[in-house]
């Protein structure tokens, strides 16, 4: 059974830093891309970021684009989202996400950017 298991919000003040963790395990990590989603109050999922199942391509939204940095270790099956100079607009639950024979969610962390 997949699970994806996010940490790593939390309250942080604008041009604040947090780094996002997602443990997995229940399906072959490095077998497979990697993505960050997130949903702000109101608003609908946005596709964040991407990696590839080595690592060793990336993309991103260009509202995050040089401020976040998707990274993965798959010795540990773990996924990364390091986010700086945040925004008050980067508020929202973030999730990971994974596609294993179905689309496979965790259960979100909370980001909140306030001063």
């Known amino acids: 059974q997949v699970q994806l298991v996010e940490s790593g919000g939390g309250l942080v003040q604008p041009g604040g830093s947090l780094r996002l963790s997602c443990a997995t395990s229940?399906?072959?990590?490095?077998?497979?891309?990697m993505n960050w989603y997130r949903q702000a109050p109101g608003k609908g999922r946005e596709l964040v970021a991407s990696?590839?199942?080595?690592?060793?391509?990336?993309s991103y939204v260009d509202s995050v684009k040089g401020r976040f940095t998707i990274s993965r270790d798959n010795a540990k099956n773990t996924l990364y989202l390091q986010m700086n100079s945040l925004k008050p607009e980067d508020t929202a639950v973030y999730y990971c996400y994974v596609w294993w024979l179905r689309d496979c969610w965790g259960q979100g962390t909370q980001v909140t950017v306030s001063s």
């Open positions: 229940g399906f072959t990590f490095s077998n497979r891309a």
């Open positions: 990696i590839s199942n080595t690592g060793s391509s990336t």
